[in-house]
């Protein structure tokens, strides 16, 4: 694959955790949902970082994956645009962690905000761990090993993917200047042709010497544009650009999911841990009865005290539900004491069931007929292999490692 073509994959992971939420679908799945159409994408279930943290109870990971899956499926990922797949089943991932290993400085995995927070968040558990240490290493072979541009991911991921640009550029640096490369180079720029080497040539100077972004990307238009060049040209002459070597491990972006928290049934961000989730395929009686008792606005005591929206939960709901005229109709009606809070909450109730609908019937097939999840899973994996094989040949070519 050329890095043109891998600017063009996506690649996201979860961490295998059972039931998923409907915070989940706002925060990520739709998101998904909306880039599987724009981009070649690839979604797996991070099941050895489930390992990381919870090492001593690994028996729940087996059942947490196919749930999530399923999950996934219910919301509308869909296995014809995405390739889904599970991490362990791919093991090129760990010979890619094993030989960034040997170029990472520790000091790097120490200053990633995620290794002390989460040590002292899990305090309860025992994270003086050399897995623990090196999990954000481990989602850098995630990463890198499909060459993926793009990863979406929330806030507190976006040190990982950071951290992984730092990896690739060393990586790159230390093993893309194969001894020969200027040459291989300039040899290159040759078969681009009298006219397009030349502007190639002095755009690359442009860059190099004064730093021009516009000369680097028009320098990159030329290039993509070429159809009579090799593969491995091609990429010699992306990295010849930057003054480096070959680019083998692109640097990946993060594609920051900028969806607002969803609130849960008290109000704060929903999450497992604070017990107030409304489950992704949660039965239609459990999200009446949920939402039904959540608690309002303690002004409103009786039905005749007006209350503030602003101060309520259910309202915060409304916002991410409802439309403008229902908003309007709530705050009047509440400020008022016009409406009771049985009243407000129907048309919540209603909004989720309607959100759910399609989820529950898509995921009804895949609950009834196990084997078709798996299929699927078995076809994401292969892909995934396949790509994962070919970069793990480039990369053990580039350290040297490729005798028999
Ligand atoms: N670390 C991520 C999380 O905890 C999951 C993950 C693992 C991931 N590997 C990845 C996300 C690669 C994006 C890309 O949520
Ligand atoms: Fe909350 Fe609606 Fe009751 Fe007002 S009417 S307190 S917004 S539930």
């Not at 994959?9 to 961490?15: E, H, I, K």
């Not at 990463?143 to 806030?155: E, Q």
Request: hydrophobic letters at 35%; aromatic letters at 8%; a neutral charge.
């Amino acid at each position: 694959m050329s890095l043109h073509e891998s600017q063009k994959r996506v690649l996201s992971g979860m961490r295998p955790t059972g039931r998923l939420h409907l915070g989940h679908y706002h925060g990520v799945l739709k998101n998904w949902v909306k880039l599987q159409h724009e981009y070649d994408c690839m979604f797996f279930v991070a099941d050895w970082h489930a390992l990381t943290t919870h090492y001593e109870d690994p028996g729940q990971i087996e059942e947490h994956v196919w749930t999530m899956v399923i999950d996934w499926l219910a919301a509308g990922v869909n296995p014809g645009s995405a390739s889904l797949f599970i991490q362990s089943r791919v093991p090129e991932h760990a010979e890619l962690h094993l030989l960034l290993s040997m170029m990472t400085p520790l000091s790097w995995l120490e200053r990633v905000p995620s290794y002390k927070d989460q040590q002292a968040k899990l305090n309860e558990r025992d994270l003086a761990t050399y897995g623990f240490l090196g999990y954000p290493l481990l989602q850098s072979a995630d990463i890198l090993i499909y060459k993926a541009g793009h990863v979406p991911v929330g806030a507190d991921q976006v040190p990982h993917v950071e951290m992984t640009r730092e990896i690739a550029r060393r990586f790159n640096h230390l093993y893309g200047k194969q001894s020969g490369f200027e040459q291989q180079a300039e040899e290159a720029i040759k078969k681009l042709g009298r006219k397009s080497g030349a502007i190639y040539r002095e755009l690359r100077k442009e860059f190099l010497e004064k730093g021009s972004q516009e000369s680097l990307e028009k320098a990159q238009a030329i290039l993509r544009e070429q159809s009579n060049i090799s593969l491995g040209d091609r990429d010699r002459l992306y990295g010849y650009l930057e003054g480096g070597g070959k680019i083998i491990l692109p640097e990946p972006q993060s594609l920051l999911t900028d969806s607002p928290v969803m609130p849960g049934l008290d109000g704060q961000k929903m999450s497992k841990s604070y017990n107030n989730t409304i489950a992704l395929r949660e039965a239609p009686a459990l999200v009446e009865q949920k939402i039904k008792t959540m608690t309002t606005d303690p002004a409103r005591v009786r039905r005749t005290d007006p209350g503030d929206p602003n101060k309520c939960p259910v309202f915060k709901l409304h916002e991410v539900y409802s439309a403008e005229s229902t908003r309007d109709w709530v705050r009047q009606g509440c400020t008022t004491a016009g409406i009771g809070c049985i009243d407000c909450k129907r048309p919540l109730i209603d909004a989720v069931l309607e959100e759910q609908k399609p989820m529950r019937e898509r995921a009804r097939q895949y609950e009834e007929n196990p084997d078709l999840v798996k299929s699927i899973v078995a076809e994401g994996c292969e892909k995934a292999r396949n790509v994962a094989k070919a970069t793990l040949e480039d990369v053990r070519a580039a350290m040297g490692l490729d005798y028999r």
